[in-house]
C-alpha cells in the first residue's frame, strides 16, 4: 500500500465503465468542497490527526498500472498511503493526543463522497478494517482489527505507546458508493506527550530473528520496478513447514519507509495449503522509493503470531 505491488486474491475487478463513471461524478460533485485534498488527485499524510497532505498523486481514479479499472492495489506510485484523504473518501478522527504507557482505544471513522460515515466495507483478508499504528522511528508497530459500532465509529484497541509522533493507518474497502471494490489506505499522526527519544533504525540486512525462528529475505529490489523477492523461515537450521493460515495466507508483509513513513503491504503469492506452509514464501514486489524500508512479516505457528523486523534497502 510506496506500496508493494501486490497480486492477492482479496481483490476483485470491477467493471471499468461503472466504476470510473461513479468515480468521475463523487470527483465532480466533490470538486470544490473543503478537505485536505484537491481535484488531482493529493498525496496521502498517513499521520495526523489534522494532517497535511503530501504530494503522492494518481493518474486516475480506480485505475491500475495496466488501465484497468476497480484495479488499484494500492501501488506506491499512486496510492503510499500518505493522506487522510482519497478520492473525497477521508479519515476522520477526534483524537489528537493518545495518553503514554498505557493501553488506550483509538475512534476514527471513514466519511464518503457525501460527508457521511461510511458503514458498508467488504471483507478483505478476513476482516473489513485492517489498522495499524507506527512510531516516527519506525518502532512500535501494531497491526489490529478494530470493531465497528452501528453508527460507522471504528475503535482500535492500541497497546501501550511509547512518547513521540505516531501515524495510524485504516486500510478498508468499501462495499457500496462510488468508491466500491476499491482498495484504500488513508492515514493521520496523532501525539503521545512525553519524553520522546528516537531509536536509530537498524542497518539494512537479509535476515533477522524472531521467538528462535530465522528469516531470510532474497531479492533486490529497485525502486519503482516490480521483481520476485523470496521469504525463507527456518528454525534450529532446519526449513520450517509448519506455518500455518494467518489471514488467509501464510504471511502478512508490511513496509514503512524511512522519512516520510509511506506505507506498503504484501501477501505471498504461495498458495495455501492448511498448516504445511513454507519454508519459502514468494512475493512479487514493489517498492516505487528508494532508501530504506522497515519490514515488518507476521507469521503463525502452533497457535501463536510472530512478528519479524528487518531494515532493507531499495536502490
Given at each position: 500500500?510506496?506500496?508493494?505491488?501486490?497480486?492477492?486474491?482479496?481483490?476483485?475487478?470491477?467493471?471499468?465503465?461503472?466504476?470510473?463513471?461513479?468515480?468521475?461524478?463523487?470527483?465532480?460533485?466533490?470538486?470544490?468542497?473543503?478537505?485536505?485534498?484537491?481535484?488531482?488527485?493529493?498525496?496521502?499524510?498517513?499521520?495526523?490527526?489534522?494532517?497535511?497532505?503530501?504530494?503522492?498523486?494518481?493518474?486516475?481514479?480506480?485505475?491500475?498500472?495496466?488501465?484497468?479499472?476497480?484495479?488499484?492495489?494500492?501501488?506506491?506510485?499512486?496510492?503510499?498511503?500518505?493522506?487522510?484523504?482519497?478520492?473525497?473518501?477521508?479519515?476522520?478522527?477526534?483524537?489528537?493526543?493518545?495518553?503514554?504507557?498505557?493501553?488506550?482505544?483509538?475512534?476514527?471513522?471513514?466519511?464518503?463522497?457525501?460527508?457521511?460515515?461510511?458503514?458498508?466495507?467488504?471483507?478483505?483478508?478476513?476482516?473489513?478494517?485492517?489498522?495499524?499504528?507506527?512510531?516516527?522511528?519506525?518502532?512500535?508497530?501494531?497491526?489490529?482489527?478494530?470493531?465497528?459500532?452501528?453508527?460507522?465509529?471504528?475503535?482500535?484497541?492500541?497497546?501501550?505507546?511509547?512518547p513521540g509522533t505516531w501515524r495510524t493507518y485504516a486500510s478498508f474497502t468499501p462495499d457500496s458508493g462510488p468508491g466500491k471494490g476499491k482498495d484504500f489506505v488513508l492515514s493521520r499522526t496523532v501525539t503521545v506527550p512525553g519524553d520522546a527519544k528516537d531509536t536509530p533504525l537498524p542497518a539494512a540486512t537479509a535476515g533477522t530473528e524472531v521467538d528462535g525462528y530465522t528469516v531470510a529475505v532474497k531479492g533486490e529490489l529497485k525502486a519503482g520496478t516490480a521483481g520476485p523477492m523470496t521469504v525463507s523461515i527456518s528454525k534450529d537450521g532446519k526449513p520450517v513447514t509448519d506455518l500455518q493460515p494467518y489471514l488467509d495466507t501464510y504471511a502478512h508483509l508490511t513496509a514503512f519507509h524511512e522519512g516520510d513513513q509511506a506505507f506498503a503491504h504484501l501477501h505471498p503469492e504461495t498458495k495455501v495449503n492448511g498448516d504445511k506452509g513454507g519454508p519459502d514464501l514468494s512475493f512479487h514486489a514493489q517498492l516505487d522509493k528508494p532508501g530504506n524500508w522497515r519490514l515488518f512479516l507476521q507469521f503463525q505457528t502452533g497457535g501463536k503470531l510472530h512478528t519479524a523486523a528487518l531494515t532493507l534497502r531499495v536502490g
Open positions: 500500500m510506496s506500496v508493494f505491488s501486490r497480486v492477492s486474491p482479496r481483490r476483485r475487478t470491477v467493471a471499468a465503465a461503472s466504476v470510473t463513471a461513479a468515480l468521475a461524478l463523487a470527483l465532480a460533485a466533490c470538486g470544490s468542497s473543503k478537505d485536505s485534498s484537491d481535484s488531482s488527485m493529493p498525496g496521502m499524510d498517513h499521520g495526523s490527526h489534522g494532517s497535511t497532505p503530501s504530494a503522492s498523486a494518481s493518474s486516475a481514479p480506480g485505475m491500475d498500472h495496466s488501465g484497468h479499472a476497480g484495479m488499484d492495489h494500492g501501488s506506491m506510485g499512486k496510492d503510499d498511503g500518505l493522506s487522510d484523504t482519497k478520492y473525497s473518501y477521508s479519515l476522520v478522527s477526534d483524537a489528537k493526543e493518545l495518553p503514554a504507557g498505557k493501553a488506550t482505544g483509538y475512534k476514527f471513522k471513514i466519511t464518503s463522497p457525501d460527508g457521511k460515515p461510511v458503514t458498508g466495507f467488504a471483507v478483505d483478508q478476513t476482516k473489513r478494517m485492517h489498522f495499524y499504528a507506527i512510531r516516527s522511528d519506525l518502532t512500535g508497530f501494531q497491526h489490529l482489527h478494530p470493531t465497528m459500532a452501528d453508527d460507522g465509529t471504528w475503535t482500535a484497541d492500541l497497546a501501550a505507546l511509547e
